[in-house]
Structure formats: C-alpha cells, structure tokens
C-alpha cells in the first residue's frame, strides 16, 4: 500500500475482499492520524484495476427484485441486517472513491472523507459480525447497486458528488434508520438495534460533512445552494425522493430551513435510500 493518502484510497477501493478492505481502511485511517502518511492533491490518479473492487457475492439484482421479509422471523432479520451490511461496503467504497478521485481540494476534504471511511468500515465490520450471530454472511443474500450507480454518473463532477450522495443518499438513511431500530427491537434483536443507533449517530456526521462540503463548493462555484440542487438532481436522473423526513436529524447535520421546506414542500427529484 502506498504511503501517500490518494494513492493508498485507491488501493483499498479496488480491494475485493469486504474484510480485508474494512481492516485496511481502519489501519490507513491511523496510520494518517499518526503523521505517518503523505498527501498530493495535485495528483490526477487513474484507476488501473476495476474500481470498486467486490466479491463474486452477493448477487447484484434490480431493487424490485428484492424480496422484503418479515423481521419476526431469524431469516427476515439477516435479510436485512444483510442489506444495511452492503450499504455500508458500499459507503467505504464511496468514501474512498471521494479521496482518490477529486484533485485541487483542501487538505481537510481528504482528511474527513477518509474518518468517514474508516466509521462506515467499523460500521460494516459490526452488521457483519451479527449476521453471522444469527447464522449467516454477507454475500448469502442478493442485493442492489443503485448506490454506485449514482456514484458511477457523478464520477466527473466533485459538486455533484456531494449534492447526490451524502447529502441525499446517505441523507435518507437518517430517515430511515429509526424506524428499523424500533423494528428490530421490537422483534426482540436488541443488539441489532443497538449497531443502528450507532450508524445514526455517525451518519448524522457524515452527512454534516458532506453539507459543509457542498456549501464550500457552492461558494466557490458563485451558486445558489438551493437551485443548484435541484438543477442537479434532474440533470443526474436521481429518483424521486419520499418522506418522511426526519427533520430532527436533519437540522442535525446541518440542513438549513429553507432546504427542510424545499425538501418538505417541493420535493426535488432526488434519490431514495430504500433497503
């Protein structure tokens, strides 16, 4: 692996095997909080192997393809728990994709995107190990790819980037989440509720920083953060987005009121974050 940071984000990203990426982000992540790593961010990098790198399993499928189960059953729970374990690998593959690929930007940009990687590997790392508590591993169920395909079309563009994945992709899941905590309690798993009031807390950071990023590049760019937005959620084809919207968290992580009451009021076509 590569002592300078970029270089050392590209070589996790194209990484294939889910724990070995997890355990080599965790020691990228220390090894840059002790100083012992260099960053160019001058550099245009290219990838020379297929990036993200991924295992053969689980089976990628359209998202109506995937069947919902019910969470009162051992299976339904590892089904989802399952789920949230590939959102995740997919978050880690995101974040690092957001270090390597985006030149000329501040040094605290690389610094954030990669502490999000390393929280998204401990998130992984967690889910994964519950699903095998309950007898299964990643890979044993199909799931879908709608997270990187978004990142796949906002690969050109580091603005784009920003408005379409943490500020709505990972934003929806601080709607969500609460509703599958309460869910999975209530069907007695309270160790798997307790790894998703974890994942809310980060989240609730990891989309602050992607809205600090935004606002930065907004102002950079000399555009309205509001019109922008919309602008680019039609213009990357993002699904429409649901409600409802946890606006608690929201505010949290630093959506302003006008773009609650846009969101609220006149919701942009933006993605959804569904299981």
Not at 185 to 214: C, F, S
Request: some cysteine; glycine content about 8%; hydrophobic content about 45%.
């Amino acid at each position: 692996m590569s002592g300078e940071l970029r270089r050392a984000a590209l070589h996790w990203l194209a990484e294939p095997v889910p724990v070995g990426k997890a355990a080599g982000v965790s020691e990228m992540a220390r090894r840059w909080a002790a100083g012992s790593m260099t960053l160019d961010t001058e550099a245009v990098l290219s990838a020379e192997n297929a990036v993200p790198g991924r295992p053969a399993r689980p089976e990628l499928v359209p998202p109506a393809s995937l069947n919902k189960r019910s969470m009162a059953t051992v299976e339904g729970r590892a089904v989802m728990i399952h789920a949230l374990a590939h959102i995740e690998f997919n978050a880690i593959n995101l974040a690092l994709d957001a270090v390597w690929r985006f030149p000329d930007m501040p040094t605290q940009f690389y610094t954030d995107w990669l502490q999000v990687a390393a929280e998204e590997a401990y998130h992984y790392t967690l889910l994964v190990g519950h699903l095998q508590s309950l007898g299964y591993a990643y890979g044993d169920f199909p799931a879908h790819n709608g997270l990187w395909e978004i990142a796949d079309r906002t690969r050109g563009d580091v603005l784009a980037r920003i408005a379409l994945i943490p500020r709505t992709m990972e934003a929806r899941g601080l709607d969500v989440s609460p509703g599958l905590r309460d869910k999975l309690a209530q069907a007695g798993d309270r160790a798997a509720a307790a790894i998703l009031e974890i994942i809310l807390r980060d989240e609730i950071g990891h989309v602050r920083i992607g809205n600090h990023w935004y606002g930065w590049l907004c102002e950079q760019r000399n555009l309205n953060p509001l019109d922008t937005y919309e602008q680019l959620a039609l213009a990357y084809k993002a699904p429409a987005l649901r409600g409802p919207f946890n606006i608690e968290a929201r505010l949290a992580a630093g959506f302003t009121e006008a773009e609650l009451d846009a969101l609220t009021l006149n919701p942009p076509r933006a993605t959804g974050y569904d299981q």
